[in-house]
């Protein structure tokens, strides 16, 4: 038989196909097409240049072979084949060595996410490159005060009668028109859904989106400059972990910046419909530079505050001490202890990738305080589904 290897592959259920991972691989191991994004087993070197850049951790995937899976094989999954059982070649082995690349391949970066035991069902990839949706255009409102260094836009997307079911958590790609400098249909861009399940209107078959306009994004400039009735392509829904639990006793922090807040608009908005008269059930811990920067802020000073803390982080406020995310985590160090201990707390973080390790640092020095160990608790909430990350 082969000799065995590790192959490097990718989770469909939870890649987004954003194809950072695409355009990180310096030796072009990794290639799409309509459905799915695969690795070249061929090409791939093991360079990892590919890991930190994914938001989802669905890159970060790896199996022992006896036969590498071909790029026809990948492009055909739904969902990432278990592993096979492989036997050692033992004229070969002075040891195991099926165990040696076995404990290889589950050393991954992170630790496979997962979505919480009762969050529903979600539907993924129902709209390709090749077979995209159709959407409308209803509503293009800015969020952030005009003049601020920051445009942030609320869109609202109506499907009419096509399906698009989408949760809350879940996100969905826009095909900026026109070609790219090779003559091909640009790749898609991802953003998270903003809007609650049933609707940005409650009934209504309409999604929203929350998109900050960037000097030289080609799609972020379109999306921002969209037109009442204007028609855009959409792909998707993508994501099968970010999912908020289906449980009125689960307890959600939320930590996030800018347009990190998107999902937890929609966590917000959809736990409101659900269950209105809970109390305590929701901690929101969000960032930006200035209160006219913060996307949805007049909006989230509505919501009462015995449904859901609000904890905001403001680095440039004039007259006032820089404050991040991480330093609010600090200043309720009690509350997030309690959460940490509790079954039923969740932790998402989305927004920048540059968060993530102060957020990192400050759940772990609050859990050092109390003698605890984070790594510990991190790992046990990630294969429980309480606690997801999306970072960009």
């Known amino acids: 038989m082969n000799k065995p290897l590790k192959q490097h592959v990718i989770d469909p259920e939870i890649c987004i196909r954003c194809y950072t991972c695409e355009m990180a691989c310096p030796v072009e191991a990794i290639e799409h097409d309509d459905n799915n994004v695969v690795v070249d087993a061929s090409k791939c070197n093991f360079c990892m240049d590919c890991i930190p850049v994914c938001p989802t951790g669905s890159i970060d995937n790896w199996r ?20 096979e059982e492989i036997e050692a070649n033992e004229d070969e082995a002075e040891e195991d060595p099926i165990a040696a690349l076995l404990a290889q391949a589950h050393a991954g970066a992170g630790g496979k996410a997962k979505a919480p035991a009762t969050a529903s069902k979600p539907a993924i990839n129902m709209y390709n490159l090749g077979k995209p949706a159709e959407a409308t255009v209803t509503g293009n409102f800015r969020l952030t005060e005009a003049g601020s260094d920051s445009d ?66 080609l799609c972020s400039n379109y999306i921002c400059d969209l037109k009442v009735g204007d028609k855009v392509s959409l792909t998707g829904p993508f994501g099968a972990t970010f999912l908020m639990p289906s449980d009125p006793e689960a307890h ?45 802020f007049g909006p989230l000073k509505k919501v009462p505050d015995s449904f859901m803390s609000k ?82």
Not at 64 to 83: G, H, R, T
Not at 177 to 198: C, E, I, M, Q, T
């Open 152 to 217: 942030v836009r609320h869109i609202i997307l109506d499907l009419g009668g096509l399906p698009f079911p989408v949760l809350e958590g879940q996100s969905l790609g826009i095909i900026a028109p026109g070609k790219d400098a090779d003559g091909k249909a640009h790749l898609p861009r991802l953003y998270s859904v903003s809007s609650p399940r049933d609707g940005e209107r409650a009934g209504y078959h309409n999604i929203s989106l929350t998109v900050k306009r960037e000097e030289h994004g």
């Open 64 to 83: 022992v072979v006896a036969d590498p899976y071909s790029l026809d094989d990948q492009y055909e999954w739904m969902e990432l084949p278990e592993q």
């Open 252 to 296: 959600l922090l939320m930590i996030c910046t800018g347009t990190g807040s998107a999902p937890f608009r929609a966590f917000t908005m959809h736990r409101q419909r659900e269950f209105p008269s809970l109390n305590g059930s929701l901690t929101l811990v969000f960032g930006a530079r200035r209160p006219a920067e913060l996307p949805y």
């Open 311 to 392: 904890l905001f982080a403001f680095s440039r406020e004039t007259g006032e001490k820089k404050a991040y995310v991480q330093d609010r985590l600090r200043d309720e160090a009690d509350r997030v202890l309690t959460l940490m201990k509790d079954p039923k707390g969740y932790i998402y973080i989305c927004g920048l990738k540059a968060m993530e390790q102060g957020v990192d640092q400050a759940l772990s020095d609050i859990a050092r305080s109390a003698g605890l160990d984070w790594m510990a608790i991190r790992d046990e909430m990630r294969e429980d589904g309480r606690y997801h990350v999306e970072t960009y």
